[in-house]
């Protein structure tokens, strides 16, 4: 006759092991993504937050437009050059976000004489500090001016 066929019980029983255990893995998981966003929006909110406070009033001092936008999980700094005769700019951005993994994003836009540009990278959370933020708004800046 061969093996006895699987008891339908038996079959119910092993499918809602398996999906227990699936809600259990995403519930760690989501778990996991929320106190890395939670350690992210802190670090934001207490490094890069105040670095481009800071920054934003430099821009500012030297006659250039710039303000700081501050979400929940994003910190973004707009810098508008001066126009140029014959140019006129639109607002370049640069923003810091949180992403599920705990590291940080960084996205630029930039308008400039040769059209938009700019582009999207992760950092490590542990890189972000003061002087990592300066760096790469400085980096950012250079480039919106010797588009202008």
């Known amino acids: 006759m061969g093996d006895k066929p699987d008891d339908l019980d ?3 029983k092993e499918h809602q092991k398996r999906k227990q255990s699936e809600k259990e893995q995403t519930f760690a998981r ?4 929320a106190r890395l966003t939670d350690a992210c929006k802190k670090r934001l909110h207490e490094i890069a ?3 481009l406070e800071r920054l934003v009033e430099q821009i500012r001092s030297h006659g250039q437009r710039a ?3 501050s979400r929940p999980t994003a910190i973004s700094l707009s810098f508008t050059p001066e126009p140029t005769p014959g140019h006129s700019f639109a607002a370049c951005t640069i923003g810091f976000s949180c992403e599920g993994s705990g590291d940080v994003s960084v996205t630029t ?3 400039g004489k040769g059209g938009r ?3 999207t990278s992760q950092q490590a959370l542990a890189s972000l500090t003061d002087e990592w933020v300066a760096r790469r708004v400085q980096e950012f800046v ?5 588009g202008t």
Do not use: H, K, M, N
């Not at 250079?142 to 010797?146: E, I, S």
């Open 67 to 69: 303000s700081v936008d």
């Open 30 to 33: 989501d778990v996991e993504i």
């Open 49 to 51: 937050e105040p670095a």
């Open 10 to 12: 038996d079959i119910f």
């Open 117 to 119: 540009q700019g582009g």
């Open 142 to 146: 250079r480039t919106v001016l010797a």
């Open 109 to 111: 836009t930039i308008y």
